[in-house]
């Protein structure tokens, strides 16, 4: 079984800059799709941001296309979210997650593996 942990939350200024982590507690298959989503308090998990490595394509919620970046080191089994110019309106918990359906896809419920989440908080 697949666990995954995230690590790299924190407090930062507006306009600032964080890196999340995820990493995988097992050997992961190189072909799954692994993405990012948040959450705020009340509301359902939404998408940020997911890649795929046989095509080698990337797809991001408009709202932080070109901010965020998401990437993944293989030799460390390990996904990461950069986060540019953050705004107040980032503030969630943030969760990675793999997909076993191997296709890009923005759904929650095709994602399989999920870790804890950790808390992003950007003040104003």
């Known amino acids: 079984q697949v666990q995954l942990v995230e690590s790299g939350g924190g407090l930062v200024q507006a306009g600032g800059s964080l890196t999340l982590s995820c990493a995988a507690s097992v050997r992961t298959d190189d072909t799954y799709t692994w993405g990012w989503f948040r959450q705020t308090p009340g509301k359902e998990r939404s998408f940020v941001a997911c890649r795929n490595p046989f095509p080698g394509v990337t797809r991001y919620e408009d709202s932080v296309e070109g901010r965020f970046f998401i990437s993944r080191d293989s030799a460390k089994d390990t996904l990461y979210l950069q986060m540019n110019s953050l705004k107040p309106e980032d503030t969630a918990v943030y969760f990675c997650?793999?997909?076993?359906?191997?296709?890009?896809?923005?759904?929650?419920?095709?994602?399989?593996?999920w870790g804890q989440g950790t808390q992003v908080t950007v003040s104003s």
């Open positions: 997650a793999a997909s076993s359906t191997r296709v890009l896809t923005a759904l929650p419920d095709d994602y399989d593996y």
